[in-house]
T-cell receptor
Framework: GQNIDQPTEMTATEGAIVQINCTYQ??????LFWYQQHAGEAPTFLSY??LDGLEEKGRFSSFLSRSKGYSYLLLKELQMKDSASYLC??????????WGAGTKLIIKP | GAVVSQHPSRVICKSGTSVKIECRSL??????MFWYRQFPKQSLMLMAT?????????EQGVEKDKFLINHASLTLSTLTVTSAHPEDSSFYIC???????????????FGPGTRLTVL
């Protein structure tokens, strides 16, 4: 079966760095997405990785290792507004998105 | 970026009534749209894929007669929850794919979601 695993909840301090991991097992692979979702709102796109390596975009970076079925989202210089759920999603062989359950990130002052 | 609108944003209805939710791509055409449901503290669950000009494709366990989908045009898909019951109360989100800039992938643009409460 298809499976996406990510931690349920993480806590970090304002100004610090946090890494959210995602492991996946899917039938085929056409890229991995990270989305941010604030409570009661729809998800918003953060990043896309299809090749191995690190993609940096401002305070956020995303890493992919296809051989290990592993990705992480790295958030630097954390701000209170970064408190949200972070969803990992993999595009399978049919280009359908398989979603993880999301990681709730709590930022403390 | 591309914009997807969804209407209404919130609806409260009595058990047994039907509710229609609209999803529109405002500045691009979408031959395909996706409908998701999200229960509290859970991830998105794909309900169905809406295809312009043809029947929707439903995920296993989703009743097609209860969740009617119509993709009337390249910019509009509707989801009708028929004979709604309290267990249908959820956050319904639509999305439309668009080829991402600089890459060969389809980024999903999400509508703002519709909070349905069935009393």
């Amino acid at each position: 079966g298809q499976n996406i695993d990510q931690p349920t909840e993480m806590t970090a301090t304002e100004g610090a760095i946090v890494q959210i991991n995602c492991t996946y097992q899917t039938s085929g692979f056409n890229g991995l997405f990270w989305y941010q979702q604030h409570a009661g709102e729809a998800p918003t796109f953060l990043s896309y990785n299809v090749l191995d390596g690190l993609e940096e975009k401002g305070r956020f970076s995303s890493f992919l290792s296809r051989s290990k079925g592993y990705s992480y989202l790295l958030l630097k210089e954390l701000q209170m507004k970064d408190s949200a759920s972070y969803l990992c999603a993999v595009s399978d062989s049919n280009y359908q998105l398989i979603w993880g359950a999301g990681t709730k990130l709590i930022i403390k002052p | 970026g591309a914009v997807v609108s969804q209407h209404p944003s919130r609806v409260i209805c009595k058990s047994g009534t039907s509710v229609k939710i609209e999803c529109r791509s405002l500045d691009f055409q979408a031959t395909t749209m996706f409908w998701y449901r999200q229960f509290p503290k859970q991830s998105l669950m794909l309900m169905a894929t809406s295809n312009e000009g043809s029947k929707a494709t439903y995920e296993q366990g989703v009743e097609k007669d209860k969740f009617l989908i119509n993709h009337a045009s390249l910019t509009l898909s509707t989801l009708t929850v028929t004979s709604a019951h309290p267990e249908d109360s959820s956050f319904y989100i639509c999305s439309a794919p668009l080829r991402g800039t600089g890459g060969d992938y389809n980024e999903q643009f999400f509508g703002p979601g519709t909070r349905l409460t069935v009393l």
